[in-house]
């Protein structure tokens, strides 16, 4: 069983990462837009990881008895200006995704809450992955991101990410 504090903070993690799915799918959608397939398949295989990520707090929260409760998700802008002004919100918004996990690691270990604590490890390592992965594309983008050849290289190569699931549970 978890304690009211350690379930609230973990059910704000589960509308933070349904709404991050909802932001890549508003971002994957512009790309498509504007013809940028790859930047558009990109954001698109990061919506699928999101709700993985939703779905293993969520099981996470049924499985140590706690009630899950889904609250509404925010609408995402449909704002964007060009591919790195893209990249920058995603950096911004994956570093406030990585303080919620820090906030959980917080108060996991000052409610003794052992399991809770372990658990989120996983969460601690995917957001360093998530912020190298977007630095990296932020970089070239910063790079050469007004040379339309460069661009549509870089498209090319956003194109090839596979979507590998994490979570496997129903
Ligand atoms: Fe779930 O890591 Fe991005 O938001």
């Given at each position: ?6 379930e ?8 933070k990462?349904?709404?991050s ?6 971002m ?5 837009e ?5 930047f ?9 990881e ?13 499985e140590r ?14 704002t ?7 990249f ?13 996990i ?12 052992v ?9 601690i390592t ?10 990296d ?16 290289h870089i498209?090319?190569e ?9 979570c496997?549970?129903?």
């Open positions: 069983m978890i304690n009211k504090k350690v609230d903070i973990l059910n704000a993690q589960i509308n990462e349904f709404y799915a909802y932001l890549y799918l508003a994957s959608a512009h790309f498509d504007i013809g940028l397939k790859g558009s398949h990109w954001t698109k295989v990061q919506a699928k999101e709700v993985d990520h939703g779905m293993i707090l969520f099981n996470y929260v049924i008895d706690g009630n899950v409760d889904l609250r509404q998700i925010e609408s995402p802008t449909r964007f200006e060009n591919p790195t002004q893209i920058e919100m995603i950096l911004e918004h994956e570093k406030k995704v990585t303080s919620g820090n906030s959980i690691a917080e108060l996991s270990e000052s409610e003794c809450d399991a809770t604590r372990h658990f989120i490890n996983w969460y995917e957001q360093v992955e998530e912020e190298a992965n977007v630095l594309v932020l970089k070239k983008l910063k790079m050469f991101g007004t040379d339309s050849q460069i661009l549509y498209d090319k956003l194109n090839k990410r596979e979507y590998k699931p994490h496997n549970k129903d």
